[in-house]
């Protein structure tokens, strides 16, 4: 079996949630089909808006992140619900979680220099600074 290839996030408008990982979270779109799916790069799996499945409810999204304090204030003005606050973890690692437009739960997880339970090699990296 191989690494995880890409995961699919039902979304009710695709517009809006494109601009959102877009714009709002710095992903390169890797492709897109018409109004049906946005593909984006994250640097691991590649996460696929897709307006063709149903949405049964939110989803919770994990990235690693640099920058978490700039990320988050950034994120906060222009109007992202913070729904856990940052603090350590007992692995080690600074946690926040927030809310993107249609409810899903993205966690951003930023090391703190000791390796804990939840530390991974190169996993998917958020930009902090915006476009």
Same mark, same amino acid.
Request: proline content about 6%.
């Given at each position: 079996?191989?690494?995880?290839?890409?995961?699919?996030?039902?979304v009710?408008?695709?517009?809006?949630?494109?601009?959102?990982?877009?714009?709002? !979270? #710095?992903f390169? &779109?890797?492709?897109?089909? /018409?109004?049906?799916?946005?593909?984006?790069?994250? %640097?691991?799996?590649?996460l $696929?808006?897709?307006?063709?499945?149903?949405?049964?409810?939110?989803?919770? !999204? #994990?990235f690693? &992140?640099?920058?978490?304090a /700039?990320?988050?204030?950034?994120?906060?003005?222009? %109007?992202?619900?913070?729904? $856990?606050?940052?603090?350590?973890?007992?692995?080690?690692?600074?946690?926040?979680i927030?809310?993107?437009?249609?409810?899903?739960?993205?966690?951003?997880?930023?090391?703190?220099?000791?390796k804990?339970?939840?530390?991974?090699?190169?996993?998917?990296?958020?930009?902090?600074e915006?476009?």
């Open positions: 079996m191989g690494k995880l290839d890409e995961v699919h996030l039902p009710l408008n695709l517009a809006r949630m494109r601009d959102y990982y877009e714009a709002e !979270l #710095g390169g &779109v890797a492709f897109s089909h /018409e109004d049906r799916i946005v593909a984006f790069d994250t %640097g691991g799996a590649m $696929v808006l897709d307006a063709t499945k149903p949405r049964t409810g939110p989803v919770y !999204l #994990g690693q &992140v640099t920058g978490t /700039e990320l988050i204030a950034r994120l906060a003005a222009r %109007g992202t619900p913070v729904v $856990v606050p940052t603090s350590k973890q007992h692995w080690g690692e600074l946690l926040t927030v809310e993107d437009p249609e409810g899903n739960r993205l966690a951003f997880e930023e090391g703190t220099g000791s804990g339970h939840h530390h991974r090699p190169q996993r998917a990296r958020v930009r902090a915006g476009k």
